[in-house]
Nanobody, 117 residues
Framework: QVQLVESGGGLVQPGGSLRLSCAASRSIFINSPYTMGWFRQAPGKQRELVAIVISGGTTNYADSVKGRFTISRDNAKNTVYLEMNSLKPEDTAVYYC?????????WGQGTQVTVSS
């Protein structure tokens, strides 16, 4: 079993920046293939992919965040980060960390990001 602990959400003005962190409770970066990243869900909408990193290092982004968001990882800390720049009101959502490994699909509790003036 793996627990994911998210942090870094909050209220920010349009054009501002936030960094989200997701720490896994045990080492996952070395032992097996995985994908780890962020999804988001706005009120009345389905959950959607924001950005993921695959165990080989490949990253994938939603078109709506390309050029503004950057996903990165720190293997030593079992942590994935999402750097969000040039935030827009439409980025407002609950952001969920996700980890998928062989035999497991894990979610964090979610962190609220609100972009508003």
């Amino acid at each position: 079993q793996v627990q994911l602990v998210e942090s870094g959400g909050g209220l920010v003005q349009p054009g501002g920046s936030l960094r989200l962190s997701c720490a896994a409770s045990r080492s996952i970066f070395i032992n097996s293939p995985y994908t780890m990243g962020w999804f988001r869900q706005a009120p009345g909408k389905q959950r959607e992919l924001v950005a993921i990193v695959i165990s080989g290092g490949t990253t994938n982004y939603a078109d709506s965040v390309k050029g503004r968001f950057t996903i990165s990882r720190d293997n030593a800390k079992n942590t994935v980060y999402l750097e969000m720049n040039s935030l827009k009101p439409e980025d407002t959502a609950v952001y969920y960390c996700n980890l998928r490994v062989v035999g497991g699909d894990y979610w964090g509790q979610g962190t609220q990001v609100t972009v508003s003036s």
